[in-house]
Every structure is written in C-alpha cells, then in structure tokens.
C-alpha cells in the first residue's frame, strides 16, 4: 500500500536551539492586573514602538539596527498591531532617567495605541546596553523595564530577548525568539538538512551526503537532530549531537522513517521493518531500541508525542486508508483519532497542548492542514485552495505553525498562526520541505 504523499512516507513505503547575550532585570512590577491574556483569533495589540534613543549620536547605527529586529521580530509573532509613533510623545528633552521622562499618553491614546515601548542605547567599548521601558497606555503604568546587554555584533539576540520578554508579558508564556528550524533544502538532486532562526535567518547546512537527507527530527532540548539518508535507494538512520558532531547510525536492515523525538526523554521513535512489518519502536539516543511501541499486520509510521510524552499519535493503515491514532506509551492503549478523510497523515502535537496539526489529502488531490484536539473535537481546517500543504510542526509556544507549500509554484516553508491566520513565507533560497521547529529556546 502506498500513501500519496511526496514525503518520506511516500518513499518507504515504496520499499514496504551558547547564550550570547546577558540581560539584566532593573525593575519589574506586579503586571498581572495589566496583563492581556491575548486568545486564538484575538486582534493584534496596538503598540507604539518609539525608535530607541542613543546619548551619542556615533551609536545610531546600532539603535537603528536594534529597531529594525525588535519590529520585524514582534510583527512575525502576530500578536501586535505596531502604529506609528506620533510627534510629540516624549517630553523633557534627550535626558533619559526612570522616572524623569513624560510620557505623553493622551497622544498615544489618541492614535489607538494601547501600549508604549521605548528605550535608550548605550555603548562602552564593544558592549552595547539597551534600557527599556513598557507602559500601559491607558492607564499609564509601568509594565515592565529591563537592562540588555551584549556585544555590538548581536544585535538579533539582544533585540529578540526584548521582544521574547514582551511576547512573555502578555501571553505568560515562553515565546518563538530563540528558537530554531531544520529543514531540507533542495538543489538539483541533492537535498540536505540546513538549520535556521525562526524566521529563516541564518539558514546553516548541517549535513553533506552529496545525495539525499531527509525527515529532520530535532530534540525537544534542541542538542541532538536524527535524520534519514538513501544511499543505493536504501534508508539510513542517524542521529547526530549538534554540539559535538558525533553521528550514530542506525544500521538495521529494512526500512527506517520518520524519527520523532519524545518530548522531554532522550529517546526517539521510529519505523522499522527488520521483523517483516512495519511497526513504530522507540530508541535510546545511541540508536539502541528501548522498546517496540506497535504490534498490528498494517502499516504504522509518523509518531508524534504529546507534550508530557506519555502518549504517541501516529499513522497506521490497519483499517485500510492512513489515519491518526493515539496510544498511550504507559497502556499500549490505542484509540483512532480522525474519522473524516480518506488520507489523513503527518500528525504533529503542539508542545504545550492537546491539539494535534495533521494533513489530508482533499478529493481535488490538493494536500491541506488541519486541527484536532486529542479526543477528536474541534476539527479545523487551517488552509484552503493552496495546492500541496504538508509537513506541520509547531513552534515552542503553540502559537504558530511551519509548513511546506508549493502554492507558489515551488515548494517554500511557510509559518502561520495556529488558527490558520496571518500565513506568509520565510522566503529562504532554493526550494524547503520537511521542517522541523524545535522546542528548545
């Protein structure tokens, strides 16, 4: 039996995130009574970001710089609706003291704004220092103010620690800022594994099999990447420690697919067919099997855990076409999880919640994504006439999901909200699929 698909899947079964910056807290107040628990589908926050202050004016450049990260880093997250800042909000000249400054918060108000950040810059040497200030704008309070520091040459980390810190204040959770993907990035025949911010920047080729290596699978503490390799059309399994190089591999006959790491264990599941079927068994990180997970005549693949790691969606054929399925890891207790769709595959478990991302093939042949919470309510279909949409994972939060789409042509990453809001590509060179979003922060 084959799946439709033109992942990994697919080819089986033709065979059968160094800190860089130190910040430190000045001041902190209680901002609970202040804080906007913002939910799914709410409006953007309306925030005023005034252009970071420098004492002197050979410093500009990197305020410039910090501007420019802090604002794309925030618009990436969806969360806020950034407006201009109007002329006459700071009064008290250049001279930047807590306390000192007045803020004119009837000129905020009156262009819609909601909140106000600002700060000042300061450079010693190679260390740069960026003091800054979140206010309530209605009511005028102070939300937040912290110290960032770091060497002049960081100024993503320096500015995305702030904008983490902001999306924490008003979520009260950790956010994407730090984070990383792993993807396969295609040129000509080859395909190898490259890893990325966020928001695709930085994008770094991890391996060099001057052939195929396909279905990135990164730790939930962001150290260890396992990975497929075809050489003489045959799977091979590796795990590699990103902070060592050092590579395992798996060298088991028949087929291996699809690793997926167990959340917060070092341990990884996986597809084997050395006993004659394929079924799911979860390894150790030096490639030993711990255990087989799956017993059943049909076909199972694609695990993926919920965020305890006490349970595992996957795929399996054993009631004829693909559908997800969750079993408990502690039971072996395994219940079907989606009824509507022929071709349901590719589950992927938010890391914070029981909400699982999966794909079905539609009747027109296009691939779209959807939601489900895990005991199968609140089916959501997240895209819509956009060609092939395969592969989701989640980022850290739960608020966003990456995804391959071939919409324009040819296959991009793209990321969108975790309601199907707000979707744009990360516009990297050459042509993405199969990303991994990793956990770590």
Not at 1 to 6: A, C, D
Not at 63 to 74: H, N
Not at 154 to 183: E, M, N, Q, Y
Not at 345 to 354: E, F, I, K, L, R
Request: proline share 4%; aromatic share 10%.
């Amino acid at each position: 039996m084959k799946f439709p698909y033109r992942t990994v899947s697919r080819i089986a079964f033709m065979f059968a995130w160094c800190l860089v910056f130190i910040p430190s807290t000045l001041f902190a107040e209680s901002v609970k009574e202040y804080i906007k628990i913002t939910k799914e589908g709410a409006s953007r926050i309306p925030l005023v970001l005034k252009p970071i202050d420098t004492k002197k004016s050979k410093n500009s450049q990197y305020a410039t710089g910090l501007d420019a990260v802090i604002k794309s880093g925030l618009d990436f997250t969806g969360l806020f609706a950034i407006i201009k800042s109007p002329m006459n909000i700071i009064a008290g000249g250049d001279v930047y003291l807590a306390g000192k400054r007045q803020i004119n918060f009837a000129a905020l108000s009156s262009v819609g704004a909601e909140v106000y950040a600002g700060g000042v810059l300061e450079r010693k040497g190679k260390t740069l220092k960026m003091d800054m200030e979140v206010y309530d704008v209605l009511t005028g309070k102070l939300l937040m103010r912290k110290l960032y520091q770091g060497n002049r040459d960081d100024l993503r980390p320096i500015a995305h620690s702030f904008c983490g810190d902001l999306v924490k204040l008003f979520t009260g959770k950790p956010s994407i800022f730090g984070s990383k993907i792993a993807f396969v990035s295609q040129s000509g025949r080859k395909k190898e594994i490259y890893l990325a911010d966020f928001d695709g920047y930085g994008a770094t080729q991890i391996t060099n099999t001057e052939g195929l290596a396909l279905t990135p699978a990164l730790s939930s503490d962001g150290r260890m990447l396992a990975y497929l390799t075809y050489t003489r059309g045959l799977p091979n399994l590796h795990i590699k420690d990103l902070s060592t190089q050092k590579i395992v591999s798996v060298t088991r006959k028949g087929v291996k697919i699809d690793p997926s790491w167990r959340n917060g264990f070092s341990e990884l599941a996986t597809t084997f067919s050395f006993d004659g079927n394929q079924e799911l068994y979860l390894l150790r990180s030096n490639g030993s099997i711990a255990r087989r997970l799956t017993r059943h005549s049909r076909i199972d693949v694609s695990p993926s855990f919920s965020p305890d790691g006490s349970k595992m969606a996957f795929v399996s054929s054993r009631h004829g076409n693909p559908q997800i399925f969750i079993q408990s890891l502690n039971s072996g207790s395994v219940k079907r999880l989606t009824f509507k769709g022929k071709y349901n595959t590719q589950p992927a478990w938010s890391p914070v919640d029981d909400k699982i991302a999966f794909t079905t093939m539609q009747k027109n042949g296009e691939i779209d994504i959807f939601t489900i919470n895990a005991d199968g309510t609140g089916l959501k279909q997240l895209t819509y006439r956009a060609r092939h949409n395969e592969a989701p994972s989640w980022s850290p939060d739960g608020t966003m999901i990456v995804f391959s789409s071939d919409r324009g042509g040819s296959s991009k990453l793209y990321v969108m909200n975790a309601d199907g809001r707000n979707q744009r590509s990360l516009k990297l060179a050459g042509e993405q699929m199969q990303p991994c979003w990793s956990s770590f922060r």
